[in-house]
């Protein structure tokens, strides 16, 4: 299976690498945003191997140098003007310019450059395509969680809809090009499905609203039988009543592509032996409002919910030293720690189990010890702490292979702490009858206030999860009447933040206030429950399982999820028994199927494509099923989203979603009250915006001249870039650009 990560890098490096000046070392390039994407994916000494001498801002002051150089960049208008003012005005920066676009440079942009004093020195020109964060291997972000809110806060008044939905129709044509950007990095020009729910109306900006939905059409227009007859008015006004996100994003998604494939028809290149075309499935948010609820016990989403740990990524943990000192230490949990990427979906009991069983074998392999071994969490962080030392070459490999074992001990530990402090065992009880609507036993849950209604009134339970499990109950009720929503509020003495975020889920379809006369919302996608449920406190699936399931049966009902344009062959069931079956590999498995040898009948690197976009965030449950039907139902399965949520984000965001996300943490002053740009290129230019540094001062120089040419160069922030390229200047040796290297100069 192609991963994200290896495909973004292979893209980057191949960039680089095409670049091979006579002079053999070339200068890179890059821009705020394009140097984080860089380091997202490589190291800098990965970028240093490839014959790179220096790694230079582009909006710092640089001075000229004797080499060509490589380009990396945000195809925006400030960046393309700094490029032609590299090389115009009689001045020179770098022997050559090979430009590389991170995302597709417009048309217009595209002229400029090539009718500048710059385009003598061009001597190539490519959009890469991979403006996205691949966060895993199977996982992609576009860590905009603003968007949340473009999508489903109302606007402030009637007034403002139309300005409301203008902005977050422009939001969503970044993210179609984002997708198509996945889709191009994939090589796969997939069939695209949107959910189109037949339960709510469209939300936020897009509810339907006489600022926004066009003229009636004239009386007298309905009594025509047919949609044709009815006539464009009719089907233009009533349009506003499925003009849902998804569709719209869609729809868009579909344009990129088709323009992308007519610039270049040999998309997608073929592939020996064939891969079956792939899916898009566009979703969002409001499909699926129990799964950011739900207290998960598998390592990655517990971990996530539970600790403090930043952007799902960053944990900060204190490590036992062989001396018995503690020091603060500071993870990153990727796809380059084994250890994470080999637990992360396993349920935390058998996590434990996996972590104590290789921690075992470590201590007897690498530290010479001879025993029982650990039986306990307790048992590892005595056994770590008195950790027998004989050499000093063994110490330092021994506390360099612990680290990550004292690194999951601390987070499996904590876990299970809250776990208990919490009250988590009974509180998840309520929380899986609620979403589930069975109880352990598979009956209806018949005593649910008599369980839930003490732990509201309970001190021991923190507020959050009295939250979580009222947004649950109501959700399981459909609905409940106001006085009987407002005894759980008192039972649970929510703040009036907290009833805000429980109220926030009617703008997500939900509905929370119900009458008598009130009859149940007929939705389509409904849980569906599972016979293999091994443990009672993870009985509830996302209904984004049961959404890739379907569809990989062709039993996914296209009313709900409609093909934009053309849609695949539906194979007959005799067909469809005739292929051969499905290999399924257990997550559970401690030895990973790729280290098992390739058989030359199983078309193992042409699996279909199965890629899933949740617009207003997606939950690590849900990133969870991607990788497990992956090996259930053999197929690649990616997942992306405007970006990862836990429960605690979530609830946070729904405190202040009625006003437009008004103090939030991804909008502290709420989303921008202003209409679209006039144009997309304006957009984009602003939100890759970087301010220019105020110019260096000079001094003692000695020519006025060159005190002029100072003043039209781009400035710096750091001295550390053009620190070293003077000093590689003027040596022009390896030997003295290795100690630049060793010395930190480099910096990225």
Known sequence: ????????????????????????????????????????????????????????????????????????????????????????????????????????????????????????????????????????????????????????SPPRNEAAFKSARSKLEEELRFVSKTIANVCITLNEFPYVRYYMPTHHAPLGPL????????????????????????????????????????????????????????????FPKASDPPRPRGTLIITDRSMDTVAPFIHEFTYQAMCNDLLQIDDGTKYMYKFQSSVGSYEDKVATLSDADSVWTAVRHMHMREAIDKLMADFNKFMEENAGFKGEGAASLNDMKDMLANLPQYQEQREKVSVCVCLPFSLHLNMAQDCMNLFEKHKLPLVANVEQCCATGLTAEGKT??????????????????????????????????????EDRRRLYQHARLSMADQDAVNSLVHLGVRISRGPSDKDTKKKLKQKTSSDDEYELSRYRPLLRTVIEEHST????????????????????????????PQTTSLRSAKPSWHKAVRPNVLAENKQRVIVFVVGGMTYSEIREAYSLSASLNKDIYIGSTHAI??????????????????SRAVPN??????????????????????????????????????????????????SYSGSSASLVGSGTVEKEEKKKKKGLFRF
């Open 207 to 266: 509810k339907p609203n006489e600022q926004t939905r066009a003229p009636p059409p004239p009386e007298g227009s309905g009594r025509w039988r047919t949609n044709l007859a009815r006539g464009d008015a009719a089907r233009a006004y009533e349009v506003a009543d499925t003009d849902f996100a998804t569709k719209l994003l869609a729809f868009m998604v579909q344009q990129n592509l088709d323009e992308y494939k007519r610039i270049n028809p040999e």
């Open 554 to 581: 062709s039993k996914l009902d296209p009313t709900l999820f409609p093909y934009v344009k053309d849609s695949p062959i539906v194979l007959s069931p005799a067909a469809s028994l005739k292929q051969p079956p």
């Open 646 to 663: 836990t429960p605690r984000n979530f609830v946070d965001d729904l405190r202040v979603l009625e006003i437009a996300g008004v103090g």
């Open 1 to 152: 299976m192609a991963s994200l990560i290896t495909a973004v890098r292979s893209k980057l490096l191949q960039a680089i690498r095409s670049v091979n000046p006579p002079g053999r070392w070339k200068i890179l390039v890059v821009d705020e945003h394009s140097q984080k994407l860089l380091g997202s994916v490589l190291k800098q000494f990965d970028i240093l191997e490839e014959n790179v001498t220096l790694i230079e801002s582009i909006s710092n002051h640089r001075e000229p140098q004797q080499f060509e150089a490589v380009y990396l960049l945000m195809p925006t208008t400030q960046n393309v003007d700094r490029i032609i003012k590299d090389f115009s005005d009689g001045r020179q920066q770098y022997l050559a310019a090979h430009l590389f676009f991170v995302d597709g440079l417009s048309e217009t942009l595209f002229e400029h450059l090539t009718t500048s004093p710059a385009e003598p020195h061009l001597k190539g020109l490519q959009d890469l395509f991979v403006n996205f964060w691949a966060t895993e291997a199977q996982t992609f972000s576009l860590q905009s969680p603003g968007l949340f809110f473009n999508t489903y």
């Open 445 to 482: 849950p018949k005593t649910l206030v008599e369980e839930m209604v003490p732990l509201l009134d309970s001190q021991e339970v923190i507020n959050a999860n009295k939250v979580r499990m009222v947004a649950l109950y109501i959700q399981h009720r459909d609905g409940v009447p106001d």
């Open 670 to 719: 709420g989303v921008s009250l202003a209409g679209a740009h006039h144009s997309y290129q304006e957009y984009y230019d602003e939100k890759y915006f970087t301010p220019d540094p105020p110019a260096p001062q000079r001094p003692t120089l000695p020519v006025q001249k060159d005190s002029k040419h100072s003043a039209s160069k781009l400035v710096k922030t750091q001295s």
